[in-house]
C-alpha cells in the first residue's frame, strides 16, 4: 500500500508542471477585423488612398477657386496671357516676333 501511495504522489509530482504551464497559458485576443488574405487588405488599403486623394484634391481646388475670386479682373487676364504663353514655350514653340516688339514690357 505504502509503494502504490508513493507511485501516485510521484506522478502527481511529475504531472506539476503540466498543470502550472496551463494556467499561465494567456487567453488568445480576439482577432483585429482585418481582412482575412492580403489581396483584400490592399484593396481596403487602394480604396482608403483613393477617397483621401479626392479630398485632398478637392481642398487644393477649393485653394485655387478662392485665390482667383480675390484677384481683379486686369490680373486674371494677365494671367490667363502669361498661362498661353508658357504653353506655348512648353510646345517649343517661338513667340512671334511682331509680338515681341509691340508687347508691353513688366518690370519688376
Known amino acids: 500500500m505504502k509503494t502504490v501511495l508513493r ?3 510521484l506522478l502527481l509530482f511529475c ?3 503540466f498543470a502550472i504551464a496551463a ?3 494567456k487567453p488568445k485576443k480576439e482577432k483585429d477585423k482585418a481582412p482575412a488574405s492580403s489581396h483584400l487588405q490592399r484593396k481596403k488599403a487602394k480604396q482608403k488612398w483613393k477617397e483621401t486623394r479626392i479630398i485632398e ?7 485655387t477657386e478662392h485665390d482667383k475670386k480675390i484677384q481683379t479682373k486686369k490680373t486674371l487676364k494677365r494671367m490667363k ?3 498661353r504663353k508658357s ?3 512648353r510646345a517649343n514653340k517661338k513667340e512671334n516676333s511682331f509680338i515681341k516688339w509691340v508687347k508691353k514690357k513688366w518690370h519688376y
Open 81 to 83: 496671357q502669361e498661362r
Open 87 to 89: 504653353e506655348k514655350l
Open 7 to 9: 507511485r501516485i504522489i
Open 23 to 25: 494556467q499561465d497559458a
Open 57 to 63: 484634391k478637392g481642398q487644393r481646388d477649393a485653394v
Open 15 to 17: 504531472m506539476l508542471p
